[in-house]
Protein backbone atom coordinates (compact mmCIF):
# COMPACT_ATOMS: atom_id res chain seq x y z
CA UNK A 1 0.00 0.00 0.00
CA UNK A 2 1.56 3.55 -0.96
CA UNK A 3 2.80 5.56 2.06
CA UNK A 4 0.17 8.13 1.94
CA UNK A 5 -3.14 5.15 1.72
CA UNK A 6 -1.81 3.60 5.02
CA UNK A 7 -1.30 6.34 7.04
CA UNK A 8 -3.26 9.00 8.82
CA UNK A 9 -3.62 12.73 9.51
CA UNK A 10 -4.52 14.02 13.23
CA UNK A 11 -8.12 15.16 11.26
CA UNK A 12 -8.38 11.83 9.50
CA UNK A 13 -8.05 10.02 12.34
CA UNK A 14 -10.88 12.22 13.84
CA UNK A 15 -13.10 11.65 11.24
CA UNK A 16 -12.70 8.18 11.65
CA UNK A 17 -13.05 7.99 15.34
CA UNK A 18 -16.67 10.26 14.97
CA UNK A 19 -17.63 7.38 12.51
CA UNK A 20 -16.72 4.83 15.41
CA UNK A 21 -19.42 6.79 18.03
CA UNK A 22 -22.04 7.50 15.57
CA UNK A 23 -22.07 3.67 14.03
CA UNK A 24 -23.61 3.36 10.94
CA UNK A 25 -24.99 6.26 8.76
CA UNK A 26 -23.68 9.46 9.83
CA UNK A 27 -24.14 12.48 8.12
CA UNK A 28 -21.19 15.18 7.50
CA UNK A 29 -23.00 17.37 10.02
CA UNK A 30 -23.05 14.29 12.58
CA UNK A 31 -19.16 14.12 11.73
CA UNK A 32 -18.78 17.87 12.46
CA UNK A 33 -20.69 17.65 15.93
CA UNK A 34 -18.85 14.78 17.24
CA UNK A 35 -15.41 16.44 16.89
CA UNK A 36 -16.52 19.83 18.07
CA UNK A 37 -18.17 18.17 21.09
CA UNK A 38 -15.46 15.46 21.71
CA UNK A 39 -12.26 17.29 20.50
CA UNK A 40 -12.90 20.79 21.51
CA UNK A 41 -12.28 21.84 17.76
CA UNK A 42 -13.95 23.89 15.82
CA UNK A 43 -14.36 22.61 12.49
CA UNK A 44 -15.46 23.62 8.60
CA UNK A 45 -18.04 21.54 7.37
CA UNK A 46 -16.00 22.01 4.14
CA UNK A 47 -13.07 20.50 5.78
CA UNK A 48 -15.23 17.33 7.07
CA UNK A 49 -16.50 16.59 3.32
CA UNK A 50 -13.14 17.18 1.90
CA UNK A 51 -11.57 13.86 4.51
CA UNK A 52 -14.46 12.02 3.54
CA UNK A 53 -14.31 12.19 0.24
CA UNK A 54 -10.58 11.65 0.47
CA UNK A 55 -11.05 8.79 3.06
CA UNK A 56 -13.34 7.13 0.39
CA UNK A 57 -11.41 7.43 -2.10
CA UNK A 58 -8.38 5.57 0.43
CA UNK A 59 -10.86 2.84 0.97
CA UNK A 60 -11.33 3.64 4.91
CA UNK A 61 -15.09 4.92 4.98
CA UNK A 62 -18.01 4.56 2.65
CA UNK A 63 -21.18 6.35 1.27
CA UNK A 64 -24.92 6.28 0.13
CA UNK A 65 -27.76 8.20 -0.16
CA UNK A 66 -30.03 8.19 2.51
CA UNK A 67 -34.10 8.62 2.02
CA UNK A 68 -35.11 12.09 0.54
CA UNK A 69 -36.50 14.35 3.65
CA UNK A 70 -39.07 17.60 3.83
CA UNK A 71 -36.51 19.33 5.64
CA UNK A 72 -33.86 19.11 3.01
CA UNK A 73 -36.48 20.28 0.16
CA UNK A 74 -36.86 16.40 -0.77
CA UNK A 75 -32.91 15.88 -1.44
CA UNK A 76 -31.40 12.83 0.16
CA UNK A 77 -28.37 13.08 3.10
CA UNK A 78 -25.35 11.26 2.06
CA UNK A 79 -24.11 9.04 4.90
CA UNK A 80 -20.66 7.37 5.73
CA UNK A 81 -19.30 4.46 7.32
CA UNK A 82 -16.27 3.08 8.44
CA UNK A 83 -14.64 0.21 6.48
CA UNK A 84 -12.89 -2.70 8.26
CA UNK A 85 -9.47 -1.49 6.55
CA UNK A 86 -10.92 1.98 7.92
CA UNK A 87 -10.92 0.05 11.15
CA UNK A 88 -7.92 -1.78 10.93
CA UNK A 89 -5.47 1.66 9.34
CA UNK A 90 -6.98 3.95 12.39
CA UNK A 91 -6.40 0.78 15.63
CA UNK A 92 -2.75 0.99 13.85
CA UNK A 93 -2.52 4.63 14.25
CA UNK A 94 -3.78 4.60 17.56
CA UNK A 95 -1.19 2.01 18.39
CA UNK A 96 1.75 3.63 16.90
CA UNK A 97 0.41 6.75 18.76
CA UNK A 98 0.81 4.63 22.06
CA UNK A 99 4.01 3.38 21.84
CA UNK A 100 5.54 6.71 21.07
CA UNK A 101 4.15 8.08 24.16
CA UNK A 102 5.05 5.25 26.26
CA UNK A 103 7.97 5.36 29.29
CA UNK A 104 7.65 9.23 27.98
CA UNK A 105 7.63 10.78 32.26
CA UNK A 106 4.54 13.36 32.00
CA UNK A 107 2.96 12.14 28.57
CA UNK A 108 -0.38 9.86 29.38
CA UNK A 109 -0.81 7.31 26.89
CA UNK A 110 -4.22 7.62 24.82
Do not use: C, W
Request: glycine fraction near 12%.
Amino acid sequence: MPKGESSLGEFEQFVLLALLRLSAGASGMDVRREIEMHAGRETAIGAVYATLDRLETKGFVTSKLGDPTPERGGRAKRLFQLTAQGGEVLNRALESLRRMVEGIPGVQAP
